[in-house]
């Protein structure tokens, strides 16, 4: 069973940065892993994915601020956000996504950690 434990969100203020964590038990190198957020009466979003290889992918409102790795050996992915924005303020969660085949996917998510980002 996949368990993501997110860490490192809280109140920063506009231009500032911040670091998120995820730490995961259950994965497996090959799986692909992300960063969503979601503010109140908005669907998810997507914010940066990390493929196996380290192939990235990020949300045309984050690129060039948010970096997003991953330490295969310790399971672990982070977002590193700078210059943050007061829209980027929501609840950021981690998330795992695995497609053994090109029948099967399955998603597996954190419980969330708020960022705020006050002007």
């Known amino acids: 069973q996949v368990q993501l434990v997110e860490s490192g969100g809280g109140l920063v203020q506009a231009g500032g940065s911040l670091r998120l964590s995820c730490a995961a038990s259950?994965?497996?190198?090959?799986?692909?892993m992300g960063w969503y957020r979601q503010t109140p009466g908005k669907q998810r979003e997507l914010v940066a994915t990390?493929?196996?290889?380290?192939?990235?992918n990020y949300a045309d409102s984050v690129r060039g601020r948010f970096t997003i790795s991953r330490d295969n050996v310790k399971n672990t992915c982070d977002l590193q956000m700078n210059s943050l924005k007061p829209e980027d303020t929501a609840v950021y969660y981690c998330?795992?996504?695995?497609?053994?085949?090109?029948?099967?996917?399955?998603?597996?998510w954190g419980q969330g950690t708020q960022v705020t980002v006050s002007s």
């Open positions: 998330n795992v996504y695995r497609a053994p085949n090109v029948e099967t996917s399955t998603n597996f």
């Open positions: 259950g994965t497996f190198g090959r799986d692909r």
């Open positions: 990390i493929s196996s290889r380290g192939t990235t």
